[in-house]
Structures are given as structure tokens and as C-alpha cells.
């Protein structure tokens, strides 16, 4: 079987203050065997086969507009109940 065998899983980008959001940057595949390693995001497919080609794809993944978007999203301040503008 070897490299056949493979898992998915999400990178994932959370925000563990109230309300505890989380958001997919993107889908991972790897085989049982750690390389190679399929990252697919923002209708992209990078493929990593060792630790600086995963670095360079993380990286770009960060720098996306799309990621931008989520983590300016996710930043924002959210307002809880008995909170407003008004005093």
C-alpha cells in the first residue's frame, strides 16, 4: 500500500476568543508516509515533496488575499449583549 494511503484534513485558522470562530484556509492531503503533501486553496493545487517546498506553500497560503480576508474578518471586535455605542 504505502504511499496509497492517505489523510485530509483542514489548516485551519481560529480565533479561541468569544465567539470562538474558526475558518478553512485550506485542504491538506498527505500520505501515511508525511511527503508528499497536497494543499488546496483559493481554487489552487500546490504540492510539497519536502520541509522547504511545505514552508514556501504555508507561506503563500498566509499571503493570499483570500487568507487576508478571513484573518481581517476574524479580527474584527465582536459586540456582546449589554455592549453598545451608547452610555
Do not use: C, W
Request: no cysteine; charged share 20%.
Amino acid at each position: 500500500m504505502g504511499n496509497s494511503v492517505k489523510y485530509v484534513t483542514n489548516l485551519m485558522l481560529v480565533n479561541t476568543q468569544p465567539p470562538n470562530q474558526k475558518a478553512p484556509l485550506a485542504t491538506v492531503d498527505t500520505s501515511k508516509l508525511g511527503y508528499p503533501v497536497k494543499f488546496t486553496y483559493a481554487d489552487q493545487v500546490s504540492n510539497a515533496s519536502d520541509k522547504v517546498s511545505l514552508e514556501m506553500i504555508l507561506a503563500g497560503i498566509l499571503e493570499h488575499p483570500d487568507s487576508g480576508k478571513i484573518l481581517t474578518r476574524m479580527m474584527q471586535p465582536v459586540e456582546t449583549e449589554g455592549e453598545s455605542d451608547e452610555s
